[in-house]
């Protein structure tokens, strides 16, 4: 009786799937003719993608989760364009770092990735169209702000066309499936801090040693079996190494946010936001009056950043990312006042709010 239910079901999913598999190639047919449409222009629009997967959230009535629906039309999206254009994601190598599972979160595994040694390089690439667009890391909820990224940010031609946010979870990685006789830890100095607490309770004797990156302590703990590793899923894969802990970060919430630049930032989305950077002059009160015309015309600041600028002993710059987008009325008003009381302003770019 049982055997016969099962059968039903199986031929259900069957029939469902070559459903499911006609719809998906008349979608890439549909995405292939708009691509002959775009001609040699911009391919990948991220305000376009940010709706579809913002509806698809929306319309999703279950029993599979937003999220999970979301991630999938991620991935149908990726490979649909791919067949207009396959792109090239430049990001901080090497493979098997957050960086790279950053970029395939937001462009899905169509795209080729590009992994370059440093974060110059990474906007070096895309700035030479070597890559169609890079993702670097700007901040991390348990480190703070990544200084060389920002740094870039003022000087680069490059505008900023989207965000990702990816929960960062650390494990402990070996080729064997046992927590003894493990000689030396390696990884990467700030995962290493992110895991002080975990480490000091469940290995307190153990060497730890840092390097340049989790990927390169995956590879050194793959060689020799003495040796564990701190790093990401994607590199316990890549290297295939075991779990002899999981989620081992001492703060739960830890949290990368990223940037994707490219030659051209998105077109209103409907939930968006727009990242600036500008210096203050040199006068008392100087940062609290540049700030005041958000405020004045309801524009919601959501981050605020300084850094040392690199022309001026003691002068600073302001990273200031505020809700909505450049082409609305309050948000251009805003910059436009801003630009009477700053020594500089450039605008980064406005992008859509993360999806996934
Ligand atoms: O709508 C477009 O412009 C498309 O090219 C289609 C599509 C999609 O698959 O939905 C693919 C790539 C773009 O980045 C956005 C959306």
């Not at 002080?196 to 040693?209: I, Q």
Request: proline fraction near 4%.
């Amino acid at each position: 009786m049982s055997e016969e239910r099962l059968k039903q079901h199986r031929d259900a999913i069957d029939s469902l799937d070559q459903q499911v598999l006609k719809l998906l190639n008349q979608r890439a047919e549909h995405a292939r003719a708009i691509g002959e449409i775009k001609g040699g222009g911009i391919i990948y629009r991220p305000e376009r993608e940010a709706q579809v997967l913002r509806r698809i959230k929306e319309l999703n009535p279950g029993p599979l989760s937003g999220e999970t629906v979301a991630r999938l039309f991620r991935e149908i999206m990726s490979a649909c364009l791919s067949l207009e254009k396959p792109l090239t994601i430049a990001h901080l190598g090497p493979a098997g770092t957050f960086s790279e599972s950053a970029s395939f979160k937001h462009f899905g595994h169509a795209a080729r990735l590009l992994p370059c040694a440093s974060i110059d390089e990474v906007f070096r690439v895309c700035e030479s169209s070597e890559a169609d667009y890079a993702v670097v890391p700007v901040e991390n909820s348990t480190e703070g702000a990544v200084g060389r990224s920002l740094d870039l940010l003022t000087q680069t031609p490059l505008q900023i066309c989207g965000e990702v946010i990816l929960r960062i979870h650390q494990h402990l990685l070996r080729s064997v499936p046992s927590l003894d006789h493990i000689e030396k830890v390696y990884s990467h100095a700030q995962s290493l801090a992110q895991c002080h607490e975990w480490l000091n309770k469940h290995l307190p004797d153990v060497e730890r040693v840092s390097v340049a990156s989790n990927a390169e302590a995956a590879r050194l703990a793959a060689e020799d079996s003495r040796f564990a590793a701190i790093a990401g899923e994607a590199a316990a894969e890549r290297f295939n190494l075991g779990f002899l802990a999981r989620n081992i970060e001492d703060e739960p919430n830890n949290t990368t946010r990223f940037l994707v630049l490219g030659t051209h930032d998105a077109t209103l989305s409907g939930h968006d936001k727009t990242s600036l950077v500008m210096s203050a002059r040199n006068q008392p009160g100087a940062v609290h009056q540049l700030l005041a015309p958000l405020a004045e015309r309801g524009v919601s600041m959501t981050k605020f950043e300084s850094r040392p600028s690199r022309t001026g002993l003691w002068e600073y710059v302001f990273f200031v990312d505020v809700e909505g987008h450049h082409s609305q009325t309050q948000v251009q008003d805003a910059i436009e006042a801003l630009r009477e009381r700053a020594a500089f302003v450039k605008i980064l770019g406005s992008y859509p709010v993360a999806v996934l």
